[in-house]
């Protein structure tokens, strides 16, 4: 025994062997009297559809004293499915022969045939516990890895579940009651895991996510598997629903503290007197100055569209009659060509910075959108809002003396240059989880690369129109010339920013970047950063250095989504921006 393991007491009296045996000791195989066993791998399935089961406490036939191990289990799953389907009650008599360890040759092709031909009337029939055994059993006879990795995976939530969740009842509280945020104790999880982040954490997500995008790759499985999926975020007695709960609490409370910077607090007077906005009327919308081809800017305008934006003020940088046409004919695009003329108008001469112009632009949109718009997002034409709920729902629950909705910012992961990135990642913070975990999740520029981002980590910003004095930056809201401290995080959406889709896209920006973007040097800096790293790699290694950097930190694979979702900073939230284009436009351009 090594040092390490003294003084260790295994849960189990005996250890995994001792688990083992017991495991194992309750799979012996039934025992058949004469005539007895399942029904024939080819039997007629539809006519036992049709066919309902008689309990065998009222049954003639069934009068007899059983004679073998099967009939007694058969003739309990019979009293247990009286009423129900012949085909119901097979399912369940296939699925207790497939838990023994010796079973008749034909058990595991005639269950995988129900599922296969007959999963319409099974999920309509079935309950949930008989749905979750089904799930189970495919994790040990399914035909397919699919089918196999799937079954193996639900089960184990499923019973990950039901430990927990009887636990739980000794807390005196009801499954549907979520627990009070003042109570969390401070201590070391179990193997030394992270404590999952209430208000940022994805862990949840993207496990039900991935379960849901594996089991579409086989059409048996598929229909069970997202059944339940689909039953279990719909009850309201489980953890997710409770952590939902636990969010929407932590944000409220999180949104009504202001924001400090030093001892300064500088509060926008958001405008009082008027009733709060319901959900259903409020109206939002994005500004943008963009420098981009059509394709991408009818992308960025039809995507947000969809998601229910009032309008989008688009200001052409560089002027385009052929795009300021074709976006016009949408009545909630306002396109503005940021020509000569528009700068005369203006009373200014356009000035040298992008970032002068956009934050230009983007406050004169605000201080004439309060008429039309309850708040207005300024964004970038590489940025998508990516949410599965209303964004009006998430802004309908931001405080009302609260001026500024901060977007948390997700950093696209590459793909091939043909593909639309479906995978984000967050920065450490957004995750909730401390900076050294990026050295985990990036071992060669974790140390140096600050929130594991090539792009900015600061997000953006929703602004509430209406309040005098205030200036719409880039990442922020300034009232009187000084940051805005009354915000709050915008619930339930993310900032995709697709910053270097692919590698192509990051080597044609990459001179401009460093020299008016993200990657130039910061004049407020004091340890290394992202500018250090790129400058040391294009002079010592060149393009192989720069390679080495995106394929670590940018590049989409397996490996970097399993360590992203480990510590819960993984976001997937798949995107098809040109049916977006079909859908609001009618075409593409």
Not at 472 to 483: A, V
Request: net charge neutral; proline share 7%; charged share 25%.
């Amino acid at each position: 025994m090594s040092s390490q393991d003294k003084g260790r007491q295994p849960t189990y009296p005996g250890g995994i062997q001792a688990v083992l045996s017991q495991m194992e000791g309750r799979r012996d195989a039934f025992s058949y009297a004469p005539g007895e066993g399942l029904p024939p791998p080819n039997i007629v399935l539809e006519p036992l559809a049709q066919a309902c089961v008689t309990d065998p406490r009222h049954d003639p036939e069934e009068q007899e004293p059983a004679r073998s191990s099967y009939a007694r289990k058969r003739r309990v799953l019979r009293q247990e499915f009286a009423g129900a389907s012949e085909l119901c009650c097979l399912n369940g008599l296939l699925i207790a022969h497939l838990r023994k360890r010796e079973v008749p040759d034909h058990a595991a092709p005639l269950f995988l045939r129900l599922w296969t031909e007959q999963a319409p009337h099974l999920l309509a029939h079935l309950n949930p516990r008989w749905l979750v055994s089904s799930i189970t059993t495919f994790g040990d006879h399914g035909a397919t890895p699919v089918q196999r990795s799937v079954g193996l995976a639900l089960s184990v939530l499923f019973g990950t579940m039901k430990l927990y969740e009887t636990e739980r009842l000794y807390s005196g509280l009801p499954p549907e009651r979520a627990f009070a945020l003042d109570a969390k104790v401070k201590a070391t999880l179990a193997t030394e895991m992270d404590a999952y982040a209430i208000t940022a954490g994805g862990l949840d997500v993207n496990m039900l996510g991935r379960l849901w995008q594996e089991a579409q790759g086989d059409a048996v499985i598929a229909p069970l598997a997202h059944h339940l999926l689909d039953l279990l975020i719909h009850d309201d007695r489980t953890l997710f629903r409770r952590l939902m709960t636990m969010r929407k609490r932590k944000l409220r409370q999180e949104a009504s503290k202001p924001i400090k910077r030093g001892k300064q607090v500088n509060m926008a007077p958001v405008p009082t007197g008027a009733p709060p906005v319901i959900a259903q009327n409020l109206r939002w919308g994005l500004v943008s100055t963009i420098k981009a081809p059509l394709p991408q800017i009818a992308r960025f305008a039809a995507h947000h569209l969809d998601l229910g934006a009032a309008a989008l003020h688009l200001y052409l940088d560089v002027p385009d009659v052929g795009a300021a046409d074709w976006l016009s004919r949408h009545p909630r695009i306002h396109v503005t060509q940021c020509d000569a003329a528009y700068w005369h108008d203006a009373g200014k001469p356009r000035m040298e910075a992008h970032q002068l112009r956009q934050a230009f632009n983007a406050t004169r949109t605000l201080r004439a959108a309060s008429d039309d718009l309850d708040w207005l997002g300024h964004t970038d034409v590489d940025e998508y809002l990516l949410t599965d709920a209303p964004i009006c729902d998430a802004l309908a629950q931001i405080d009302p003396d609260v001026a500024v909705a901060r977007l948390r910012p997700a950093e696209a992961l590459a793909t091939d240059s043909n593909l639309q990135p479906q995978h984000f990642k967050l920065t450490h913070k957004g995750g909730g989880v401390p900076k050294a975990t990026l050295q985990d999740i990036y071992p060669t520029f974790g140390l140096h690369l600050y929130g594991g981002f090539l792009s900015h980590t600061s997000g953006k910003v929703f602004a509430r129109t209406g309040i005098p004095d205030t200036r719409l930056g880039i990442h922020t809201l300034k009232y009187k010339g000084e940051e805005a401290s009354n915000a709050a995080p915008l619930p339930d959406v993310f900032l995709g920013h697709f910053h270097a889709p692919n590698w192509d896209h990051f080597r044609h920006h990459f001179d401009f970047r460093r020299r008016h973007g993200s990657y130039r040097p910061r004049t407020d800096k004091g340890a290394l950063d992202l500018s250090d790293i790129i400058a040391y790699l294009a002079e010592t290694e060149g393009e192989d250095g720069l390679r080495a950097l995106f394929d670590e930190v940018a590049q989409d694979s397996a490996e970097l989504r399993a360590r992203l979702a480990a510590h819960g900073m993984l976001v997937t939230h798949p995107l098809d921006p040109d049916a977006a284009v079909l859908r609001v436009f009618g075409e593409l351009p």
